[in-house]
Each structure stands twice: as C-alpha cells, then as structure tokens.
C-alpha cells in the first residue's frame, strides 16, 4: 500500500470518528488535565491531525483551536512508531525555525504519544509542551502510554457495538489488538508488550494462569519455548526457588515430553478438559498449584511456527471454537514476534555495516572513512569554544623490516600493540584511527606544550614482546594545528602527511609541526586565485614537455606535458608556485580541461608530422575525482580517432587513488572505455594494498623520483625501487623511472628492468619546438654529452 492510499484511509478514518469541530467533552478534558498536572508542564493536547490543520479535541494551557498542519509537532509523531521526543527544539534542526518555537508559545520541550483509532490508523497524538528544556526517563514514558491508551479506549467505547459472540467480546478483543500494538510500536519493552497481551488471553477467557513464549531452535533443530511472560503465580518456597533457576537460565523450557512440549513438536493445537488424567501431564515444578484444564494454541507465519500460548484452569474448559475467537489475537502475536525477529536482525545488520564502514577490523579503532566525520566534528566544537584541535598523523618506522622478517601475523601484533599504547597515550576525549597500513591519526584537543606530541612517540618506542619475539619501532609525526591552519579536513590530513615525511627526513622517530608559512601563506593562496582567471583567459597557461626515454629501443618514447604560466610580473612559474593553491577550486578543473585538450591536439599534431611520441600529463586530484571528469575527458577525446587514443597518458598519483575509491574505479574504467592509459604517478609515496594495486586498471608504474635520485647511496631507496620493479613486471605494467641525474642512476635502473626513464641527466622540461628539436636530435650514444 503506498503513503497515499495510507494517508487517504486514515482520514477516513479520522472522519468516521466524527470528533472533529465538536464541542470539547469531559471524558477528553479530564486525560490531558492528568497529563499537565502529573508532569507539571505548561500545555497537554489531544490532537487530531486533518488534510491541512492539526485541530486540538483537548487542550489545556493553550488558547488556539488549531494550527496548519505543516507546522504540527504532532505531524511528527504520528509518522513514528515510537514515542516523539523533542527535548529542546531550539536545538533541533527540524525544529529551530518553527514559529512556535521563535514566538508564541515558544516550544522547547515536546513528547508526544501517537492516538490510534479502532481499526489501528494513528489519527492524532496525545502530547505535553513546556517552554523549557525537559529529560524523559522511561518512567514517564509508561505514564504518558497509559493515557494514551485511555484516549484509545474512549474512542473504542464511541466507535464498537456490542457482539453475540459465543466465547469472547468482539469490542474487548479490538480492544486488546488495538493496546498492544500500541505498547509494541511505543516501546523498546518487549517484555511489556508480552505481558499486556497474556492478561488479555486471561481476561477474554477467564483463565487463571498462562504464559506466552516464542519457539526457537537449537542447532540440532529441536524447539525450546523462550517465555515472553508468564503468570505471577505465589509459589511455595520449594517451587519458588525452581521457578527463579528458570528465570536466570532466561525463562526457557525445553522438555517436550509433556503438554507444553507436544505443541512445539507437532504444531497442533492441544486441548485438555481434565489434565490430572491425561497421559500428557506434567512438567510442573513441585509445588505449582495443580492445572484442571488447559489449551495450547501454537502461532504461525504462514508455515513456520513462532510461538505457542498457554492457558490455563478455565471452569467452563477450552474448546476449538474459543482458539478460533482468540485467533486475531493470536495472529497479531505472530506479527509481534515477527516484527521482533526483524528489527533484531536490523539491529544486527546496522551493527555489522557500521562496524565494517567505520571501524578498521584489526585494532577496532575509527578508520579514514569515520575519521573525517570525526575531525568535521571537532574542528566545529573547537569554533565553539575558540580552540584548538592537533591533527597528527604518525607513520611507523620500521615497521616493513619487521613485516618483511617475521611475517604478516607479527606485523599485525604489533599494529594492535601500538594501537593500544597510543589509546593508553591520550585522554579518553582525544579521537585515534587507523588511516591505512602502517599510519595512525591522532585528533588532539586544546594541546598546551609540544611535549604532548613526544610523550606520545615515547610511549611507542617501548619493545614489544610477541612470541618469543622482542620488536621495536618507533614513529614519525607530522603535526598541524587548527585552526592556524584553516583549511578543510581533507587538506589538514595532507598538511599532517607533508609534516610526517618532514620529519622522516630529519632522521624519523621525532615530529615535525607543519610550517604554514612557508608552504602556502593565504596571502600568497588569495593572489593566485585572483589572477589565475585571467591567466587562462590571456593565454599565459602553456606546456612544457620533458622526454621520456625507451631504454630497449634506446629511442625518445615519447614526453611528460608539464604546465608552466608565463606571469607577466612574475615570470615562468612552475607548478608547485600555484597548482597547490587552486585544488579543490573550480580552476582545478578549468585548467585540467586546458591541459587535457592541449595534449589531445598534440597526439594529433604527432600524428600528422609522422611522429610516434606518447604524451603524459599530470591530473589534478580534485579535477579527476569530480563527476564531471569523464564528461571532459570525452568531450576533450570526440575528435581524436580510436587508434591514436592510447598515445595520451593520463599520470594519476597514487595517493589520490586511495582518496575515493569507487569514484577513483568509475572514473578509472571510463578512461580505459575512452581508450587512454593510465599512469600510477610517485608509486611507492602511498599505501594501496597489493589486491587494491592488481585490480587498478594502470597501464604504466612511476617510480617517484625521491627513491630513484639517492638510489645509489641509500640502501632502503635501491631496495624499494627493486621491489617495485619486481612488483610492475609480475604484474605485467610498464615502468617509467623519474628524477633520472646521472648515468650510473640510469645504468643500474637498466639493470633492474626498467623500461622508460626521465629526468635532467636527459633534458629539462623544454618548450614544444625545443622539445622536438632536442627529440629530433637524440642519439642514445652521445646522450652523455647533452
């Protein structure tokens, strides 16, 4: 049924009734007057929710009639299957702007009880408002139930007429149905919900005891009765202490050789007249006062059994025509359970996908994904309060020896061990996470003396004792500080990235406080960002292009297409004086979108004169993460044929391809689709895992060039490039080595596997025509004089 033909029967509903305009009445009046005195608020309403008003049956501490309907609290409330609270609206977003919150009667406290008419629709609610901020404790939840539930049997009274049935009053039933299903959807409290119902099954056939329970399953597929309630029978002591035993072992029967057990075993209904003769007797406890007559009624979904009444000393005796008149009752029961089942399978389900989605399964701690709801939240609080929050980003050091040596179990014990040392570092308020791999960010509030940051790094640097096993590591950290550095959550996690490697390169195992100054003064960001508009309107953007070299053929592969600006004031200016100060701006993509239709000319232009040359280009991280990236890209490629596609290379740093990695996968097919390659750009700088690595869809590896220059010295630096020449080849990618400077460099690349290399020790990046003269020029024995 969908929301309308829902909305539309409840009105029906409502107007069946035939409450609304009328005069008030004291059977009304007489609840909401209760309701105000009994929580001392200022206002208690009946309400009843029309097409386009909410019209008040009962009021008290309120003046109007009525009000529109869009404005209603109560609108609210009867959307919901539980009780609405509003426990100060001006500090809730749905309500803050409400007229009735900003003026007259200024609400701030609200709960509201949804009102069912007979047939089960929620036509109004029963409600209390103050004008000041109010807690609710479950207490006051069941008081508030209890009137509700009187309006409802105000309105059953008005709306059944009395029934001939043989056994059981129609009216009482409804009665019944309509009361539980109230307390059900109203409340987190199952066990009350239970409890209503069974002394309904008592009241409608006048029995003196019963239970309620949901039949469940053990492995091995035999049922047990999982009592919901039970009657409160006064037991002898002797019985008293049996009964308790169950209780702790929560309220389960399992023994099938009895009554109570026939049913769950054959799912029939069970009938018994005189129980004290019946060969299915027994199962009591000693001391049970003794059971003349009984009725077992199992309940079902369909096929499957979910429950089973029991019922208990009846004068008059059971019989089938009574279990068929409890039957709506008994249905509802099933749907009870039913409903039950579902929202523990939710709650379950939720539970797992937020622990999957927010939490890194290793350590238990916050991963990326939360940790930038975290820092959002933090960095709004620390604006409250005109504070600080330290973002600090550690990378392990040692940590890959360790995993290398000993093996991925170690590695991960030592990842737990130092999760749970930095947990035991900070105080309970400040936020730890798992970014990836071997990095850990810390979210540090109001931090007073630098030495915070090395207490911390001293509490990593203990040993670790695993096995047999004595490892130490210790930690890099990069540092920055809001909001002295104001920028995005994002950018504060590149900026505490920047000052980590920082301090990896002042000898690691030590921190390092990001330099604003010095990397992007926001004087220097606002004067980019006023001028690069007309920069790109004036044809000051141009491309430079630096060879890359096929060390197999021993020929120019082709080139790298790298920006500069001819600023008329300034000069040529690389891309490091203003790329970093328009990402994450609408220039980002306008001048990605110059660059790729450049480079796309280009291939045609090789094309034309005969020439075989590839062209790279840089992509901006935010321009290739936006939606509208495969839009440009196909827009750039329309004109350029099928067959001349795979020349544009399109370099994409590693570390972006981890920022969003269903857009980086969308955005990456689309490029192959459009036919281009793909480039992994500063490969080793970032943390994909190998399974991330085999299914990027990159054509070409490129080895960053801070390993590559000091190769030759550092020991690390020629192993990382070994393993990831290794790494691209048995992957079967092309491998293109930058930062090239010298020949003993290029030498030993060469004998690692390498395929294409660039760099100074060939040329710097030239303008076009010097570009291809140089290329014309090339011989790969004189390449030592250029």
Request: glycine share 6%; proline share 4%; hydrophobic share 35%.
């Amino acid at each position: 049924m969908s929301d309308t033909d829902t909305e539309n029967k409840r009105l029906a509903s409502l107007k069946r009734l035939g409450l609304l305009d009328t005069p008030p009445e004291e059977r009304f009046e007489r609840l909401t007057r209760i309701a105000q005195q009994h929580y001392q608020v200022r206002t208690s309403l009946f309400t009843l929710l029309d097409e386009d008003r909410q019209w008040f049956k009962s009021r008290q501490g309120l003046d109007v009639p009525e009000t529109p309907r869009s404005l209603a609290f109560c609108d609210h409330a009867i959307r919901q299957n539980q009780i609405f609270i509003i426990e100060d609206a001006s500090q809730d977003p749905r309500f803050r702007n409400n007229p009735f919150v900003l003026e007259n009667p200024r609400i701030r406290f609200y709960a509201g009880v949804p009102v069912r008419e007979p047939s089960g629709f929620k036509i109004g609610t029963l409600c209390i408002i103050d004008d000041k901020p109010r807690k609710f404790c479950e207490k006051d939840l069941d008081v508030l139930r209890t009137l509700a539930v009187m309006v409802e049997d105000e309105l059953e009274r008005s709306w059944l007429r009395s029934d001939n049935s043989e056994h059981v009053s129609v009216s009482h039933l409804n009665r019944a149905i309509h009361q539980v299903q109230n307390v059900f959807l109203t409340s987190d409290n199952e066990r009350s919900a239970f409890e209503h119902m069974l002394n309904d099954f008592l009241a409608l056939t006048g029995s003196q005891f019963g239970f309620i329970g949901e039949v469940l399953y053990d492995d091995n597929g035999s049922p047990f009765l999982k009592i919901g309630a039970i009657s409160n029978i006064a037991w002898n002591p002797e019985a008293q202490a049996l009964y308790q035993e169950v209780e702790r072992q929560g309220m389960i029967f399992r023994n099938l050789d009895n009554i109570l057990g026939k049913s769950m075993v054959t799912g029939e209904l069970i009938i018994s007249n005189n129980l004290p003769e019946d060969p299915r007797r027994g199962g009591l406890p000693v001391g049970h006062p003794a059971i003349n007559t009984y009725i077992g009624i199992p309940v079902y979904s369909g096929t499957t059994l979910l429950g089973l009444i029991g019922l208990a000393n009846r004068s008059e005796g059971y019989n089938r025509n009574l279990a068929n008149e409890l039957a709506p009752l008994s249905q509802t029961l099933g749907h009870l359970i039913e409903r039950k089942r579902l929202y523990e399978e939710q709650r379950t389900h939720r539970k797992d996908i937020e622990l999957a989605t927010n939490y890194d399964a290793l350590t238990g701690l916050p991963n990326r994904y939360l940790l930038t709801q975290l820092l959002e939240q933090e960095l709004f609080e620390a604006e409250q309060r005109n504070g600080q929050v330290s973002v600090c980003l550690i990378d392990l050091d040692g940590f890959k020896a360790i995993n290398d040596k000993h093996g991925h179990l170690v590695g991960d014990a030592v990842l737990k061990s130092v999760a749970a040392r930095l947990q035991a570092a900070v105080r309970p308020h400040d936020i730890i996470a798992r970014s990836g791999g071997d990095e850990f960010v810390l979210i540090l509030r109001d931090v007073a003396d630098e030495r915070t940051y090395a207490g911390i790094l001293d509490a990593m640097r203990r040993p670790i004792n695993f096995q047999h096993h004595v490892l130490q590591v210790s930690g890099s950290m990069g540092v920055t500080i809001y909001p002295e550095d104001d920028v995005s959550t994002d950018l504060l996690l590149r900026h505490a990235d920047q000052a980590m490697y920082a301090a990896k390169e002042t000898g690691k195992n030590g921190f390092k406080v990001f330099d604003l100054e010095s990397h992007s003064s926001r004087k220097a960001r606002w004067r980019v960002l006023e001028q690069i508009e007309s920069g790109l309107n004036q044809n000051q953007m141009e491309l430079y292009y630096q060879p890359k070299i096929c060390f197999h053929r021993r020929t120019v592969d082709g080139f790298e297409a790298l920006i500069r600006w001819n600023h008329p004031l300034e000069g040529l200016l690389s891309p490091g004086d203003f790329l970093q100060h328009i990402e994450y701006t609408e220039y980002a993509r306008t001048l990605g979108n110059f660059v790729i239709r450049e480079a796309v000319k280009q291939i045609l232009a090789f094309s034309y004169q005969g020439l075989p040359y590839t062209l790279s280009i840089n992509l901006s991280p935010s321009h290739f993460l936006c939606p509208e990236f495969r839009h440009d890209l196909a827009d750039a490629l329309e004109d350029c044929p099928r067959e001349l596609r795979a020349r544009l290379i399109l370099e994409i740093l590693e570390t972006t391809t981890m920022d969003n990695t269903d857009a980086v996968q969308e955005n990456l097919k689309a490029c192959r689709e459009l036919g281009v390659d793909i480039s992994l750009d500063d490969f080793g700088t970032g943390y994909s895992s190998l399974d991330y690595f085999r299914r990027l869809p990159a054509q070409e590896i490129k080895i960053d060039q801070s390993f590559v220059k000091d190769m030759l010295e550092d020991t690390d630096d020629r192993m990382i490039v070994s393993a990831i020449v290794s790494l691209t080849k048995s992957f079967n990618r092309r491998l293109v080595a930058e930062g090239i400077e010298s020949a003993d460099v290029e030498k030993k690349l060469i004998q690692l596997g390498c395929d294409l290399g660039q760099g100074f020790f060939y040329s710097k990046p030239l303008p076009l025509p010097d570009a291809l003269q140089w290329a014309e020029n090339f011989r790969w024995e004189n390449r030592l004089k250029t």
